[in-house]
């Protein structure tokens, strides 16, 4: 199988790569091209996973990808988009960024499956049956004194500098402590704790909503039908459109805050919860002096094919190599763990606003993703991209084999799911970031699996969150059904 991958990729790459160069065709036909050949090796790897498709992270990456670059770059050339106006690309670099997430996408698979699927038994063979109501109480408040912590101190959101980057990765650990309660609510009380969950859900949503960060207001939700997906239990439509919903929700309140902040908030002080709330407010008056359009503001958002290409674009005008990227990431295990004050001069995860800077030409306190393809480039060109991204899937592939095969861990694993399923765009941050949410997971893991050994939970076949097991079935299993194993 893997073969026929590496064949099949070989191919639509090379293919890929005539589309771009034969003049005739054109850019936005040569872009249409480049989006089928995706989406051609996106349906072989679904047809070859020998598990759920979306439990395999680079499904994730994938799926970001086809919408942010490969769509987005259909609707670049066929939608005025204001950030093409504000930063002129040439179209023939936007189908390069395009060619390049393509052999991007395809290096991460080829890296993925590269090992094999190998259960490795932590803890000798114990697992996690059950979780007691208090430890989901307290990692939720632990979130909500983070948030409250973060802001006071500069840390959160739109309050953070680069110079509070330490402590913000405190404040986000104890964010994810609140996600973490979530995915075990659902994984282990469902049933019995949805009346709990919603409010959990609901203290994340509007902690997200504060980061000022559309995407931190619907993980919550989001986290809820992963959870369910991973567990094999059918998922309710009404979460569908509770995730809508609140992206919706997100836009309008989230995108006059930024449009807020930048022209008359930026610099004001936002310490303090109450104040943060005053200005997400003030925000909204603001924003009845002119007619936003939300569509607009959501094919923007979404589109990472103009800093894609304005990035190419810079590397090859100046003939930019970002070197010290090498020795970072041979050094990012020791960032991961040894605190700023330990080591002053350990580098700070900045690039965004270094990008904003010196790729678009704008202030320092705005900070500009790039995708983590354009910063492979940026580092050694379409080389990088490859290294890189055959990186990312090792990484991925050993977090699947020690997590989600391992299935009293899956809650674990959800939690790193979203960690690892869309690399960073500075590939050290990701390593160190990996490690670190790893090192400080790793005390609770340790509590849990203690706490149910002392309990001695009996393993039986039923599924997460049920209370009894089936009356006509008396096989003992782990509670969360075991990933189905298949060729790779």
């Known amino acids: ?232 239990r059918k998922i309710n439509k009404g979460y569908f459109a509770a995730i809508a919903a609140t992206l919706a929700i997100a836009y ?46 959501f094919l923007e958002r979404n589109n990472y094919v103009v800093p894609l290409a304005k990035t190419i674009e810079y590397a090859d005008l100046t003939n930019y190599y970002r070197d010290e990227e090498w020795g970072n990431l041979a050094l990012s295990p020791l960032y991961a763990v040894v605190p700023r004050f330990l080591w002053e001069s350990k580098p700070l995860a900045d690039f965004g606003s270094w990008a904003s800077v010196n790729i678009f030409g704008l202030p320092g306190t705005t900070s500009i993703g790039i995708t983590p393809q354009g910063y492979a480039y940026l580092v050694y060109r379409l080389p990088g991209v490859i290294i890189f991204f055959l990186l990312y899937g090792v990484i991925q592939r050993l977090a699947f084999n020690l997590w989600y095969l391992n299935s009293g861990f899956v809650a674990f694993y959800i939690l790193l799911y979203l960690e690892i399923g869309y690399p960073a765009v500075v590939p050290w941050t990701y390593v160190g970031g990996t490690l670190k949410a790893l090192f400080f997971m790793a005390p609770l893991m340790i509590w849990l699996v203690s706490w149910n050994r002392r309990r001695q939970v009996p393993s039986t076949s039923m599924r997460p969150g049920r209370t009894s097991p089936p009356a006509t079935s008396t096989r003992l299993s782990s509670p969360i059904p075991p990933p189905t194993s298949g060729s790779s």
């Open 1 to 232: 199988m893997q073969g026929t991958r590496i064949g099949l990729y070989v191919l639509s790459s090379a293919l890929g790569y005539a589309a771009l160069h034969y003049d005739t065709f054109g850019h936005a036909n040569a872009q249409i091209v480049l989006t089928v050949l995706f989406l051609i090796g996106m349906g072989f790897e679904k047809q070859a996973a020998g598990h759920p498709f979306f439990v395999l992270p680079p499904a994730v990456f994938s799926l970001y990808s086809l919408i942010n670059n490969m769509l987005g770059g259909i609707v670049y050339f066929n939608y005025d988009l204001e950030s093409a106006q504000q930063f002129p690309v040439y179209a023939e670099t936007v189908v390069r960024g395009s060619w390049y997430t393509l052999v991007a996408i395809q290096a991460l698979w080829v890296a993925f499956y590269a090992l094999p699927d190998f259960k490795v038994r932590l803890f000798g063979h114990a697992e996690v049956r059950t979780v007691p109501v208090s430890l989901i109480a307290a990692l939720t408040g632990i979130s909500v004194f983070a948030f409250v912590a973060g802001v006071s101190l500069g840390a959160y959101g739109y309050t953070a500098s680069a110079e509070t980057s330490d402590i913000e990765a405190y404040v986000q650990f104890g964010g994810r402590l609140g996600w973490l309660a979530i995915v075990l609510t659902v994984i282990y009380r469902y049933e019995t704790s949805k009346v709990l969950l919603y409010w959990i859900v609901a203290l994340n949503v509007l902690m997200g909503l504060a980061y000022g960060h559309k995407s931190m207001a619907v993980i919550p939700v989001f986290l809820v039908v992963v959870s369910l997906y991973m567990t094999g």
């Open 252 to 297: 309008i309140i989230v995108e006059p805050f930024r449009v807020y902040y930048a022209s008359l908030g930026e610099g004001r002080d936002l310490a303090e919860v109450g104040k943060l709330a005053n200005a997400f407010s003030e925000a909204r008056e603001y924003s009845g002096v002119y007619e936003m359009d939300h569509l607009s503001a």
